[in-house]
């Protein structure tokens, strides 16, 4: 039995206790006069408010009620507790009848006056109900999402120092630089152009932890600039082709997480090529998903799932901003390629 489950039964069994020992109190206080049965009926009235409490509280989590917009919460939780109160008055009534409880109240009403007197009666503590199952639930989910902006957080700025430690280590500075310093005599524009690709890409890995999404047109000139420092190195051992709706571009997407995915092509397969290879960029509308894929020429190995730069950190990210609504895959699609995948809910510009 799960923790949850056995708080909700705690509260159950405390709350109908309570219900009795309250009424106890009162009619050893103020009764005027003893009530045949007083015992065996509110024993049986606790029972059955458990049962219909309990099955009510089956029927909210079928509809999917606390999963609802605030406003459609208030009213179903209402319709529901009028519905339960029937469900109560209807099932109090029978086992009455049945166990011959309250003999007088069936000689001076009818069954039905009788139902709608023992439902009204407890609709009231079926709402109160409602109202404390609804709470606990709003502080409990407010809780989880304070606790998951506090992850986000730290996890934006781990990803933001890990993004830095990639690109200023000096590996990644040695390649740039003696790539720059071979074209400042050969082609000093091109040298210049490298240094602001060079700068863009540190910038914009300084400033990650500023913003939760950005959109895909500003990561893809990001990947870009990248993608033309590696080019330096690589020269013709390195092809890049782009499949881009210009639709997507408006779209948010994490900062620098399409640049880790072309980073991690870079690093996994083409540099383990020896005639390298090709990198393709797609991005698209896929039903009611944007999908992004980078394909890179290569062979995944199996532990490289879990060891590629910023893999863990992708689906982490992706799980904290978007819950189940986006996923990410990286695969083999064939003996030739891999592919790494990303579904995120489409943005209404």
Not at 57 to 76: D, E, H, N, P, S
Not at 152 to 162: D, G, P, R, T
Not at 215 to 224: G, M, R
Request: net charge positive.
């Amino acid at each position: 039995m799960s923790k949850r489950v056995k708080t909700y039964w705690l509260f159950q069994i405390c709350g109908w206790s309570a219900y009795c020992i309250i009424y106890a109190f009162f009619y050893f206080t103020i009764r005027t006069k003893p009530q045949p049965n007083f015992f065996p009926v509110l024993l049986v009235d606790a029972l059955t408010g458990l049962t219909v409490t309990h099955l009510m509280r089956l029927t909210m989590k079928r509809v999917g009620i606390m999963k609802m917009a605030l406003q459609w919460q208030i009213f179903y939780m209402f319709v529901t507790t009028v519905i339960f109160s029937c469900i109560y008055g209807i099932v109090s009534i029978v086992t009455d009848k049945a166990l011959q409880f309250n003999i007088e109240s069936f000689k001076k009403y009818s069954f039905v006056n009788n139902t709608i007197r023992v439902a009204f009666g407890a609709f009231l503590f079926l709402l109160i109900w409602n109202f404390i199952y609804f709470f606990y639930h709003y502080i409990r989910r407010s809780r989880r999402e304070q606790l998951d902006r506090i992850r986000l957080e730290s996890l934006v700025k781990e990803m933001e120092l890990n993004t830095i430690k990639a690109h200023i280590n000096p590996h990644f500075i040695f390649n740039a630089l003696n790539s720059i310093r071979a074209l400042v005599d050969e082609n000093p524009q091109r040298a210049r152009t490298a240094i602001t690709e060079l700068s863009n890409i540190l910038r914009s890995s300084m400033s990650a932890e500023k913003v939760t999404t950005t959109t895909l047109e500003k990561e893809l000139n990001i990947v870009k600039d990248y993608l033309a420092l590696e080019y330096i190195r690589f020269e013709d051992r390195l092809s890049v082709k782009y499949d881009i709706d210009e639709d997507t571009l408006d779209q948010q997407i994490p900062p620098m997480m399409l640049q880790t995915l072309v980073e991690n092509a870079i690093k996994h397969g083409i540099s383990k090529e020896v005639n390298g290879g090709e990198i393709i960029i797609i991005s698209d509308f896929k039903q009611d998903v944007h999908e992004i894929a980078v394909r890179n020429t290569g062979q995944l190995i199996s532990n490289e799932n879990s060891e590629g730069f910023g893999i863990s950190s992708t689906h982490n990210r992706l799980k904290l901003l978007f819950g189940k609504q986006a996923t990410f895959t990286i695969n083999n699609m064939n003996d030739k390629w891999v592919e790494a995948k990303l579904l995120l809910p489409v943005n209404i510009i």
